[in-house]
């Protein structure tokens, strides 16, 4: 069973884009949509090797805020307009890494989900075989997740610690 609609921040689609499973997104969940904001911030850098992927991923998900942006002062801007097009489509999950802002959004009663409880989510539905060397691949690429909270994930799936950053 899917989760219903997910809104996703940047940092999230960057993650899933760089393991080559941004079409998890699409297993787990019925639905995504990404505000103009968050667009705009995936699609700046076109030399990136995983441009055209994202850009065909989420060119037709993309959703103009109807408010105004109150938000920009205590988060920044995809991040904040996640969080407003959360509340205007009645989401069910906001799918963002930042620690800080994750921690606003929960604070107004929004259901969050990070790149690594998707990745959670997909290995327990069987969608990947292993954590391990994707985890090892946000290291190698510098995606900011803490070494603890990374073997926290693969004992809870019983797969081997990683000793040491790539």
Not at 6 to 25: C, H, R, T, Y
Not at 50 to 76: A, R, W
């Amino acid at each position: 069973m899917k989760k219903g609609l997910v809104i996703a921040d940047a940092g999230p689609i960057f993650s899933l884009a760089i393991i080559d499973k941004l079409e998890l997104l699409n297993l787990i969940f019925d639905e995504i949509k990404i505000p103009k904001a968050v667009w705009e911030e995936i699609t700046l850098d076109k030399s990136t090797e995983f441009y055209h992927k994202i850009e065909l991923f989420f060119k037709s998900k993309v959703v103009n805020i109807k408010g105004f942006n109150e938000l920009t002062f205590v988060m920044d801007y995809g991040e904040s307009e996640s969080v407003i097009l959360y509340k205007e489509l009645n989401a069910d999950f906001l799918l963002i890494d930042d620690k800080k802002a994750r921690k606003i959004a929960e604070n107004f009663d929004i259901k969050c989900i990070g790149t690594l409880g998707v990745l959670s989510t997909a290995k327990d539905k069987g969608l990947i075989k292993e954590l391990r060397p994707i985890l090892q691949a946000f290291l190698k690429n510098d995606r900011y997740y803490s070494l603890k909270l990374l073997n926290i994930l693969l004992e809870r799936h019983n797969e081997l610690k990683i000793k040491h950053k790539v």
